[in-house]
């Protein structure tokens, strides 16, 4: 080891974390918080293709970003819902169920990535096959949220759903929808309603599969004079300011 190496990774410094294509030696101590470790059971309970894959500094993420929307004020929006373990995780982690006033907005076709709107070049990085883990799961997603008044599950294809949502101020944005022109239209559509300081979480930005989403969602950022923060989760996170 250089003596460079050794200031930026002291000798001995354990691995903390190396799970979900992120290895550090950094704090992770959030992992051993209560109120997050429920709310990661209760999330990952929900996996179905990634049981058992440890999800927690991605789920972190959603949860930090969750509890300053919460603190702005405003609704939540996810669009790629799937079995809800992202959002379920969120809803334990800030007590939605006691945040009336605020709607949460879960959007899905609950069964997989519409074939029309997978790109040429998307299918040929594979994600067409993503469909085989999205077996329908809208009575599970139901049956996950129902405990919550103020979850409103909206089923079908975005962007034909997003008329639906009918928040004057949205604070909390999780896009998760694994293609471009969702992604994008969904992006086109929240943006205006989204309140300054609002947060947007793009769980696929930095994948290698989907360079595809990150070129898109950079124009996206780059048109509105923003910038998306690459995290080494491979979430983006991007702030309406
Ligand atoms: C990676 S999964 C979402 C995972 C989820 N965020 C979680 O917490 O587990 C992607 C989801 O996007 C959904 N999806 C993809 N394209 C969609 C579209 N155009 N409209 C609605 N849902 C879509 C799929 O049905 C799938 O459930």
């Known amino acids: ?11 001995g410094w354990p691995v903390t974390y190396n799970a979900d294509g992120l290895a550090t030696v950094h704090n992770a101590d959030f992992r051993a918080d209560s109120k ?8 990952s309970a929900t996996l179905t293709a990634f049981a058992g894959v440890d999800l927690r500094w991605r789920f972190y993420v959603c949860c930090w970003a969750a509890y300053q929307a919460k603190l ?9 819902v799937n079995t809800g373990a992202l959002s379920r995780a969120v809803m334990h982690y800030i007590d939605f169920d006691s945040m009336l006033d605020r709607t949460f907005y879960l959007l899905d076709t609950y069964d997989g990535v519409p074939l029309e709107q997978i790109s040429h070049a998307e299918r040929e990085r594979g994600i067409a096959d993503y469909n085989r883990h999205y077996p329908d799961c809208y009575a599970a997603a139901c049956s996950t949220f129902a405990p919550f ?13 997003l ?20 992604e994008l239209a969904a992006g086109e559509f929240l943006w205006p309603r989204m309140m300054t300081g609002a947060i ?9 599969p989907h360079i595809a989403q990150k070129t898109a969602w950079d124009e996206f950022a780059r048109a509105r004079g923003q910038m998306i923060l690459a995290l080494p989760t491979g979430q983006g996170l991007l702030l309406k300011q």
Do not use: H
């Open 1 to 11: 080891m250089s003596n460079l190496d050794k200031l930026i990774v002291g000798p």
């Open 36 to 43: 997050f470790a429920e709310a990661y059971r209760l999330g």
């Open 72 to 80: 702005n004020g405003g609704d939540f929006v996810e669009c790629g």
């Open 149 to 161: 008044k103020n979850a409103k599950i909206i089923r079908g294809r975005v962007p034909d759903t």
């Open 163 to 182: 008329v639906q949502i009918d928040p004057r101020k949205i604070s909390y944005v999780s896009i998760d929808m694994n293609v471009v022109e969702p």
């Open 200 to 208: 947007m979480v793009l769980d696929d930005y930095g994948w290698r």
